[in-house]
């Protein structure tokens, strides 16, 4: 079989994430949707943090708060959890964050906003692939 094919060039945009391409490396992100999920749950303007969750607030099933809209925390967290795929630093809190999906109280959505708004403080942050010269990958394993 013989097929066409047109060269369209190095890829700029592709399911929603921007690819910046040179010679030594790819920097991907998500700038676009992340400013689209500010804007999406009306907190373009909120005050941004410098942590994705208080290490002291402990959430559970029952916290005592009152229950809020499922449909809207989950549809927070889906459009969180697509964000991950260029962010791993929010990856821990927001799978965390998703275990209270079926039972989400104030206290989970204000912890769920707090990521949303060091989002805001973060929207240019992404993955970069780099070329290292010499580099050298070591793997250990324990397996007792």
């Known amino acids: 079989m013989v097929f066409e094919m047109t ?3 190095l890829m700029s945009y592709f399911l929603g994430m921007e690819i910046k391409q040179s010679k030594d490396q790819v920097f991907i992100c ?3 949707y992340a400013k689209e999920i500010l ?3 009306k907190m373009e303007d909120c005050k941004e943090m ?3 969750m208080n290490q002291k607030e402990k959430l ?3 916290d ?3 229950k809020v809209d499922e449909t809207y925390y989950r549809s927070l967290i889906g459009c969180l959890m697509y964000l991950t795929a260029t962010r791993p630093d929010i990856l821990y809190v927001v799978s965390f964050l998703s275990r209270f999906m079926h039972c989400a109280s104030e206290m989970h959505l204000v912890a769920a906003k707090r990521v949303v708004r060091y989002i805001k403080g973060t929207v ?3 993955v970069k692939f780099q070329k290292m010269p010499n580099m050298k990958l ?3 394993s324990d397996s007792d």
């Open 7 to 9: 060269d369209l060039g």
């Open 30 to 32: 998500q700038k676009k």
């Open 39 to 41: 804007k999406k749950f």
């Open 50 to 52: 410098n942590t994705t």
């Open 60 to 62: 559970s099933k029952d």
């Open 64 to 66: 005592g708060t009152a």
């Open 124 to 126: 240019t942050y992404g």
């Open 138 to 140: 070591y793997g250990y």
